[in-house]
């Protein structure tokens, strides 16, 4: 079993940018496949990437990407999610998890979850 444990979050101005952390405990985490995902007021929690556990290729939802990227530091045991060019809709709970099964989109695919950080983007 793994620990998440979201960090990073504030308040942004329209166009600035923030980085999330996400440190895990608890088994290896090299073992997982890791992903963000994010829940606006009054929304369904939605996918926003996800990165294997070594080699390949990340997943991006659509709306960020090119302005977001997922990183992993598998000697600190630590997820990234770095924000760029943030805007109003980006305003979100984001949440990490952690996959034994393999890269996904879905929620459903991810057994471990942190508790949110929230990201405010102010207009």
């Known amino acids: 079993q793994v620990q998440l444990a979201e960090s990073g979050g504030g308040l942004v101005q329209t166009g600035g940018s923030l980085r999330l952390s996400c440190a895990a405990s608890?088994?290896?985490?090299?073992?997982?496949?890791m992903a963000w995902f994010r829940q606006a007021p009054g929304k369904e929690r939605e996918f926003v990437a996800a990165?294997?556990?070594?080699?390949?290729?990340?997943l991006y939802a659509e709306s960020v990407k090119g302005l977001f990227t997922i990183s992993r530091d598998g000697a600190k045991n630590t997820l990234f999610l770095q924000m760029n060019t943030l805007n109003p809709e980006d305003t979100a709970v984001y949440y990490c998890?952690?996959?034994?099964?393999?890269?996904?989109?879905?929620?459903?695919?991810?057994?471990?979850w942190g508790q949110g950080t929230q990201v405010t983007v102010s207009s």
């Open positions: 990165i294997p556990r070594r080699i390949g290729s990340a």
């Open positions: 608890g088994r290896t985490f090299a073992g997982y496949w």
């Open positions: 998890a952690a996959s034994t099964a393999y890269l996904s989109r879905w929620e459903s695919d991810y057994s471990y």
